[in-house]
Every structure is written in structure tokens, then in C-alpha cells.
């Protein structure tokens, strides 16, 4: 079974920075798409950005210029930087993979990991 683990939320001023993580364990031969999500209190889990097999990217339109994806794929691990954040982005930020994990599967299945609290906040 794939595991997501996110770290490196916390609480933040308006205007600072945090990088978030999103480590997997376990075999994957394959990854669809990798993307963060994020859920603030009394709405719905929203996307914040993904990424592609090919690397395009798709950001939400409030994160766009403040936010960047990246990975590294050796070490199996996303990452989501975040400057010049604001109130409105607080949530539980959650990393969501779709992957393969073995060749013979038939279908992708989508992983989540259990999610990192982000608060901006003075």
C-alpha cells in the first residue's frame, strides 16, 4: 500500500513562507498526477495546484504567482512552496498522488495523505 506523509505546516504571519512535503512510501511504478489540496474550516476540499506525468501544472487562481509545485522523483516526494501567504489561505493542506503501483494493476488508485495544518495569522 502507497503512504503519503505531508510535513512542514505551522503557523505563519501574513506575508511569510512555508515549503510543504509530501514523502510516499512504498512501490509505485507509475505516478498520474500528483497534487495539493486544501480544506478550510466550513468548506469544501478544494485543489490548490497539480502536476502532470508531462509537468504541466495547474494552480487555482488565488494561488497563482505565490505558489510552486515541485518534486523530486528520486526521492519520491512532492512539494508545495508557499510565499506571500495570506489569512485565507489557512486550511489542512492534503497531498493527493494517482498511481500505479505495480505494473500489473489495472487501474491507478488515488492516494491521500492525512494532512498538515497551515494558519496565517498575526
Known amino acids: 500500500q502507497v503512504q503519503l506523509v505531508e510535513s512542514g505546516g505551522g503557523l505563519v504571519q501574513p506575508g511569510g513562507s512555508l515549503r510543504l512535503s509530501c514523502a510516499a512510501s512504498g512501490n509505485i511504478f507509475s505516478i498520474y498526477t500528483m497534487g495539493w489540496y486544501r480544506q478550510a474550516p466550513g468548506k469544501q476540499r478544494e485543489l490548490v495546484v497539480d502536476?502532470?506525468?508531462?509537468?504541466?501544472?495547474n494552480y487555482a487562481d488565488s494561488v497563482k504567482g505565490r505558489f510552486t509545485i515541485s518534486r523530486d522523483n528520486a526521492k519520491n516526494t512532492m512539494y508545495l512552496q508557499m510565499n506571500s501567504l495570506k489569512p485565507e489561505d489557512t486550511a489542512v493542506y492534503y497531498c493527493?498522488?494517482?498511481?500505479?503501483?505495480?505494473?500489473?494493476?489495472?487501474?491507478?488508485?488515488?492516494?491521500w495523505g492525512q494532512g498538515t495544518q497551515v494558519t496565517v495569522s498575526s
Open positions: 493527493n498522488w494517482v498511481a500505479q503501483q505495480y505494473r500489473s494493476d489495472f487501474h491507478p488508485r488515488i492516494y
Open positions: 502536476i502532470r506525468t508531462g509537468g504541466s501544472t
